[in-house]
């Protein structure tokens, strides 16, 4: 069965960095897009960014130029590069792979980002 496991979030200053990381198995991952999507408290779940098989990207605005993704198909693991974190960047995120008979998701890591 598909298992996504996140892991890398944890409680940051504004302006620092992290880096997540999503290892995934029970898929043929090297075929298929993975994205990164967040909930914030009382918010509904957004989508962050997309890597597609052949390494297209695509970005929410509001983490344009901070934020980048990158997969490799070796480690079946997809990465989320995030710099320059603000407050509004606190949340739940979660890793999501896109599948025709229908999406994953994983449990979820908290990244905090403190004022």
């Known amino acids: 069965q598909v298992q996504l496991v996140e892991s890398g979030g944890e409680l940051v200053q504004a302006g620092g960095s992290l880096r997540l990381s999503c290892a995934a198995s029970?898929?043929?991952?090297?075929?298929?897009?993975m994205g990164w999507y967040r909930q914030a408290p009382g918010k509904q779940r957004e989508l962050v960014a997309t890597?597609?098989?052949?390494?297209?990207?695509n970005y929410a605005d509001s983490v344009k130029g901070r934020f980048t993704i990158s997969r490799d198909n070796a480690k079946n693991t997809v990465y989320l590069q995030m710099n320059s974190l603000k407050p509004e960047d606190t949340a739940v995120y979660y890793c999501?792979?896109?599948?025709?008979?229908?999406?994953?998701w994983g449990q979820g890591t908290l990244v905090t980002v403190s004022s």
């Open positions: 890597i597609t098989p052949s390494g297209s990207t």
């Open positions: 029970g898929i043929i991952f090297r075929f298929l897009t």
């Open positions: 999501h792979v896109e599948r025709s008979v229908g999406g994953a």
